[in-house]
């Protein structure tokens, strides 16, 4: 089973940008679609974004325009390209890998394979 390890998350400014990476091992992500997902305190998990193994990739409206997903196969890594950062966008963000069984992928449990998260705080 693929495991799935994320990092660089941070404390950052308004305004500020971070990069989250999505490292896994024991597969390879190139046949998968990947899901990007966040936490705030005391709040579901939500939707952030899905980068589709076609390439294609999609967005919550909340982040559109300043998030964007890419990937570098060759590392078997996803990545996560945040700017204009607000302190609506702290939480543990967490990547995933979508279960091929699903017709919909922006719940939870659209997805099969977590990592552990990383915890993204904005100051205002």
């Known amino acids: 089973q693929v495991q799935l390890e994320e990092s660089g998350g941070g404390l950052v400014q308004a305004g500020g940008s971070l990069r989250l990476s999505c490292a896994a091992s024991?597969?390879?992500?190139?046949?998968?679609?990947m899901g990007w997902f966040r936490q705030a305190p005391g709040k579901e998990r939500t939707f952030v974004g899905v980068n589709w193994r076609s390439g294609r990739m999609d967005y919550a409206d909340p982040v559109k325009g300043r998030f964007t997903i890419s990937r570098d196969n060759a590392k078997n890594t996803v990545f996560l390209q945040m700017n204009s950062l607000t302190a609506e966008d702290t939480g543990v963000y967490y990547c995933a890998i979508r279960s091929e069984y699903r017709s919909t992928w922006t719940g939870p449990d659209d997805y099969n394979s977590w990592g552990q998260g990383t915890q993204v705080t904005v100051s205002s």
């Open positions: 024991g597969g390879a992500l190139s046949s998968k679609t």
